[in-house]
């Protein structure tokens, strides 16, 4: 350290010796501003007074004194130095000055600096004045300005001889701390007597360092307030003014706890506009450059940090634990863990707080806890945040944050990867006075378990908008094992304000319970508007564009992904897994990003449900034109992958059914399970119903195509319906009002529905699909034969309790060399099965048991009041085709009934192909003479010309109620129930 050496006379060293030994050299360089470069002449200052009270002492040395005074202005870096005297009176020194520069000074707040004249000066008497005089000495002052009158701008301070200190300590006339002996003499001293400063103003007037063997151990600092006289702490409640100037290598190194300017911050302190640079911390637990406690009402403001901080647990930048009321700061700091597995709460600003408000603090640096739990980029756990601002890198093991490790609080209008567009943050507090001008800054966030872009784990809440930000680029922003999100990892309950809403831009990668916003959330009963646009790449399950899984979810908003999701098992464009929704949830989901699974459970809104789903009106996947493409194993939907659920009295499975265009694609994989492909819904899964439930309501588009190479079922809406409870004839199951469904569906194996590819009924007093229509065309590719095409149903296999269509009706091709038992409403049935008032006007073009209505029915079926004008096309080889129904399978003893049927499409046979023609009984059924062949040996079917097809009183034994009958000889007859969609031609029209 430089100290202050006087040359004077004996009388002027005794005098100025106690002030000014203990100050260091290490002034600011002085700013000379070009002639005539500062602007507000006409309110430049034109008379100047300085009145320093109680250094009359100075007289009996001289009468003037040849100097010159140093203003530094409030709002700029620049130092105006004016040349000036000094003269003495009784009571104090007066400085008149008459220089060109004052006219020039614009008319602000200013502080005098310090004082620099001739050594010699000061050592002789008045009179004796050595104009030639090179060395100079300097006084700091820090004294305030006092604007009376702008003709008269006074300087006022205490400059007390006898107290070695400037300033009275009010708030008016702060005591000035010039050098780091100043600080250890005036505040650690009155901490160390016990006093805690209560109400006492401090002022940095010069930046100050604490390298000085006078005021550290061979440890370095330690922090004011540690012991006192009485043997215990004492906490600081005074308020210390930086004025943008720095406290510059404060440090300390130990393996003990504790370290920081001050031990504790009380209820009644206040720091700000205050610099710390080259910090340099290391120790065990409780580190932070400004204290390592403090209590809740402390307050900090305009603070700024750089450096280093080193330790084990509760560590921060401002501060190691505790509650503080924080504002405008800015940190570049390195804060970091030792490699501990008990390193727990470290944090960029504080390790761990309970209620901290933290506004406008930006983090540029790093904070490093490879092995320590609870790590974020402001605090390790806790606070309420507001205008945050973090980039730089983030990495801890559990519970690692951008913002914090583990949430309590608010999040209002922060930004994860980005920064304010600034290029200094010399003065913190200037960054926030206009609207922040965000930009992208490199961001990396890596943990284990529970990592979040703003919180690890915790309970929070949303307000204003909040950005997961980053640079572009393909490197993952945000990196963990389990429960990783770009919002949280794990969130046990989140609250979001009125139009809260958060953006992610994050790249992730991670295992299990992913998310673009949360890995799991868990309680949210609020609104929110959720939205990533950031790449996913899970390497487990339960991934989600927004949420990888959701528990108890009672909320509404709007969740829409934009990215790419890649995952394995559980993959949904907007949750991957539903643990629970509430019947009054009514989330507006919107997904517009492709899908990747290696595994099942994938859908375009959600993987897989173990609750019934209720979505917003708005929701959708993807747009009229998108280019959606879902890619799995099994278990794959448009909307969902998989439903499984005890439904109880449930009204609805799927309700408000969202819009679909998708391209899905069905892969064999490494599951066990193979297929399950709709273009609603994969697989649905319904157990213990009571009363009646519905499957879907709704009856918004969808637009498909289905590529699948899968062994099992694939449907247009449902690739596999199965119904199942305890009781008998308890519950009923209707699948209705699916008419906006078009597409394309190609499969290679398994069976296929235009509506369900295959269904399945135990115990339940019935499952009704109704009024249905299908407009996708289903086409086989498989090069062995394949049981099931229907263009309602595909295969009904197992036997079990009644399933019934009724008001369906196929408007689409059904195709497949290799395809057998397929029919335009139901490919094969097992038993139980009851078709009534559907119809078809599709081509069903297959191998063998292939019918306009029902391709093969083995027992206990009926087909009522259908007709078929589609055309089954037959040429040799191909066998048992006709216009109702392919084939009774001659195992069974039971019987099938065709009632009121008729067929006007071309066909091998009118109305059944055959076998068994001992259990069937066809009432009232006519075909179409030049339609086929004929009909089976005494199926009870009437041939008719087209002239009799086209008039009413052919079908006199058809009920009026179910039919419709046009002008004789106009066409055949229509269902009132099931009318024709337009731009299609009825029957035999004309």
């Known amino acids: 350290m430089n100290t202050f050496k006087p040359i004077f006379a004996a009388l002027v060293l005794f005098l100025f010796q106690a002030i000014f030994l203990a100050c260091s050299d290490d002034k600011e360089e002085i700013a000379v501003p070009p002639e005539n470069s500062i602007p507000g002449q006409e309110f430049g200052i034109r008379q100047l007074s300085v009145k320093l009270p109680r250094l009359g002492r100075l007289e009996v040395l001289f009468s003037k004194i040849n100097c ?13 130095p004016v040349n000036t005297f000094l003269s003495a009176t009784a009571d104090s020194l007066i400085i008149d000055a008459e220089d060109p520069i004052l006219s020039e000074l614009p008319h602000q707040m200013y502080h005098l600096n310090y004082i620099t004249f001739p050594k010699k000066d000061l050592a002789v008497k008045a009179g004796e004045v050595d104009s030639d005089a090179a060395v100079q000495d300097t006084v700091y002052l820090g004294a305030r300005l006092s604007v009376e009158n702008p003709d008269n701008i006074a300087f006022r301070s205490s400059f007390n001889l006898e107290t070695d200190r400037i300033g009275a300590g009010s708030a008016a006339d702060p005591v000035a701390i010039a050098c780091g002996k100043n600080f250890y003499d005036i505040i650690c001293n009155g901490l160390t007597i016990g006093n805690d400063l209560s109400g006492q103003y401090f002022e940095l007037t010069a930046n100050i360092n604490f390298q000085m063997s006078e005021i550290t151990t061979d440890k370095g600092w330690e922090p004011a307030g540690r012991h006192n006289i009485n043997g215990g702490p004492t906490s600081f409640n005074g308020i210390l003014d930086g004025n943008g100037n720095a406290i510059d290598l404060l440090s300390s190194s130990s393996t003990e706890d504790y370290a920081g300017l001050f031990y504790k911050l009380g209820s009644q302190a ?44 509760n560590i921060g930048g401002l501060i190691g634990a505790g509650d503080a009321s924080i504002a405008n700061c800015v940190s570049s700091l390195t804060v970091s863990v030792k490699s501990d597995k008990s390193a727990e709460y ?73 920064t304010l567009s600034y290029n200094s943050y010399a003065f913190p507090w200037e960054i926030f006075l206009e609207q922040p001008r965000v930009s992208p800054f490199s961001i990396s966030i890596t943990g284990t378990n529970y990592v979040g872009g703003f919180a690890g784990t915790g309970s929070l809440t949303l307000s204003g908008e909040n950005i997961f930000l980053r640079e572009s680029g393909t490197t993952a922003t945000l990196t963990g094992n389990d429960y990783v999100g770009g919002l949280v990892g794990l969130s046990k309950y989140l609250e979001a304000r009125v139009s809260a809403s958060f953006i992610s831009y994050a790249h992730l990668n991670a295992n299990n319970y992913v998310g673009g916003v949360a890995g799991q959330l868990e309680n949210m009963n609020t609104d929110a508007i959720f939205t990533n646009r950031g790449p996913i790449n899970s390497k487990g399950g339960e991934c989600g564009g927004i949420v990888g899984r959701g528990v108890a979810l009672t909320c509404k908003g709007t969740w829409t992904n934009e990215a790419t999701i890649v995952g394995t098992t559980k993959v949904g464009g907007v949750i991957g897994y539903v643990d629970k929704m509430d019947s009054q949830c009514e989330i507006n989901m919107i997904n517009d990003g492709s899908i990747k ?28 034109g998108g280019s959606m493409k879902i890619e799995g194993d099994s278990y794959i939907g448009g909307i969902v992958g998989r439903i499984e659920a005890d439904l109880g009295s449930t009204s609805y499975v799927i309700n408000k059914q969202p819009a679909v265009y998708a391209n899905i694609y069905a892969k064999p994989g490494l599951s066990g399970e193979r297929g399950f492909v ?32 899968c062994p099992t079922s694939t449907g247009g809406a449902i690739g596999y319906l199965r119904a199942e409870t305890n009781k008998d004839d308890v519950g009923q199951i209707k699948l209705s009002g ?67 269509i009724a008001n369906c009706a196929n408007y689409a091709n059904i195709s497949g060399r290799n395809v057998s038992a397929a029919g335009g409403i139901l490919g094969q049935q097992e038993e139980n099965v009851y078709i009534d008032q559907c119809f078809n006007a599709g081509k069903i073009d297959a191998n063998s048991a292939v019918g306009g209505i029902l391709g093969r029915v083995f027992e206990h079926a009926a087909v009522e009041n259908c007709f078929n004008m589609g055309e089954v096309p037959w040429v040799s080889g191909k066998t048992l085709l006709a216009g109702i129904v392919g084939q009774k399978e001659n195992k069974s003893k039971k019987d099938l009934r065709i009632k009121n049927c008729y067929n006007v499409g071309s066909t091998g046979w009118g109305i059944i192909g055959g076998e068994d023609d001992k259990n069937v009984e066809c009432q009232n059924c006519y075909y179409l003479d030049t339609a086929s062949d004929g009909d089976m040996k005494k199926s009870g079917s009437e041939s008719k010309n087209a002239t009799q097809m086209r008039q009413k009183a052919t079908y006199s034994a058809f009920p009026s109620d179910i039919w419709a009958f046009g002008t004789d000889g106009e066409s055949a007859p229509t269902l009132k129930n099931n009318k024709i969609a337009s731009g299609y031609p009825n029957p035999l029209s004309r």
Do not use: W
């Not at 205008?387 to 559990?398: D, L």
């Not at 375009?604 to 209720?614: A, D, K, N, T």
């Not at 319904?686 to 709704?698: D, L, P, S, Y």
């Open 68 to 80: 010159r005074i140093h203003m530094k202005g409030v709002d700029d870096r620049i130092t105006y």
């Open 270 to 313: 206040y720091l700000h506009d205050l610099k710390f640079t080259s910090v340099a911390l290391i120790g065990k637990d409780y580190i932070g450059a400004v204290a390592c406690y403090s209590e809740a009402g402390a307050r900090l403001e305009n603070i700024s940090l750089a450096g280093f901080v080193n330790g084990t647990s």
């Open 346 to 418: 470290v944090g960029g600003l504080i390790g761990k707080t309970t209620s901290s408000d933290i506004k406008n603090c930006v983090l540029t640096g790093m904070v490093t806890a490879a092995k320590g739990s609870k790590v974020g980029g402001i605090t390790g756990a806790g606070g309420s945040f507001t205008n945050c601002y973090v980039g730089g890198s983030i990495q801890g093991y559990n519970y690692t944050g951008g913002i914090t490790g583990e949430a309590s609080g608010s999040f209002t209008g922060c930004q994860v990867g980005a």
């Open 597 to 624: 699974a290696t595994g099942f459970y994938l859908g375009g809104l959600v993987g897989r449900s173990s609750s019934p789903l209720r979505f917003g009106t708005d929701s959708r996947v993807s747009q009229e």
């Open 678 to 709: 709709g273009g609603i819904c994969g697989y649905i899964y319904m157990r213990n119903t009571a009363g009646v439930t519905q499957v879907i309501n709704g009856t918004n588009i969808c637009k498909i195509v289905i590529t699948s190479s």
């Open 738 to 804: 699916i008419t906006q469904l078009t597409g394309s569906i190609s499969a290679t194996g398994g069976a296929v529905g235009g509506i369900v590819g295959r269904v399945e009924n135990k115990n339940n007093k019935s499952i009704l699909i109704e009024n249905c229509k299908n407009f996708v065309s289903l086409t086989s590719t498989a090069t062995s034969n394949v049981d099931g095409f229907g263009g309602i149903v595909g295969l009904r296999s197992e036997p079990g309790y009644e399933i019934r």
